[in-house]
């Protein structure tokens, strides 16, 4: 089975660095994916690891460590557009199964 | 131009009635799927179509019928609607096999059954 713990919600201020944490239990790892949620909106794909490491895309990375089943996303120098949902994922026979979401809400 | 659209953006309607939610892509993507999100934001999958064919059918009740014309395109029909069917429903596309990483959404249709 599929299994995918985030926390429910952070909040951070503007400017600041936030580490959203994704931990998986899954039979065949194939890889982990973010993607991001405003209110109102279509999730949008951030990132893809397939490999351990680090992957960075802007103000935004993330990270996997397959032998902990232990991902995150890092978002830098926070801005008020940030605040939104964040899901990671994994693919697992054709499909992704998503976690529950972190609700990330950025202060001034 | 938009890369998966969907029609209507909000559908309200009454217990018992039949509806429906067209999606089209213009991606070129070879797959495509409907999403339910409920109002815990709990985004679950319910079918996949690859090139016209369903290939993923999660345990959705028959009265979820989704029909696929062409590769462009993934309609949902649903019978007689329950309350609980409220929710928001996305259709996403990728590109085939190993690209199911990386989806493209619609702009979601938010379906209230009253």
């Known amino acids: 089975g599929q299994s995918l713990e985030q926390p429910s919600e952070v909040t951070a201020v503007e400017g600041a660095i936030v580490q959203i944490n994704c931990t998986y239990q899954?039979?065949?790892?194939?890889?982990l994916s973010w993607y991001q949620q405003h209110d109102g909106g279509a999730p949008t794909f951030l990132s893809y690891n397939g490999l351990d490491g680090l992957e960075e895309t802007g103000r935004f990375s993330s990270f996997l460590s397959r032998s902990d089943s232990y991902g995150y996303l890092l978002l830098q120098e926070l801005q008020m557009k940030d605040s939104a949902s964040y899901f990671c994922?994994?693919?697992?026979?054709?499909?992704?199964?998503f976690g529950q979401g972190t609700e990330l809400s950025v202060k001034p | 131009d938009t890369a998966v659209s969907q029609t209507p953006k909000y559908l309200v309607t009454q217990m018992g009635n039949d509806k429906s939610i067209k999606c089209e892509q213009n991606l070129g993507h070879d797959t495509m799927y409907w999403y339910k999100q409920d109002s815990k934001k709990f985004l679950k999958i319910m079918f996949s179509?690859?090139?016209?064919?369903?290939?993923i059918n999660e345990t959705v009740p028959n009265r979820f019928s989704p029909k696929s014309p062409d590769k462009a395109h993934l309609n949902l029909h649903i019978n007689s609607l329950e309350l609980g069917d409220s929710a928001v429903y996305f259709c996403?596309?990728?590109?085939?096999?190993?690209?199911?990483?990386?989806?493209?959404f619609g702009p979601g249709t938010r379906l209230t059954v009253l």
């Open positions: 179509y690859n090139n016209k064919e369903l290939i």
């Open positions: 996403a596309s990728s590109e085939a096999g190993t690209s199911v990483n990386e989806q493209f």
């Open positions: 994922a994994v693919p697992r026979g054709g499909k992704l199964i």
């Open positions: 899954t039979s065949g790892f194939y890889g």
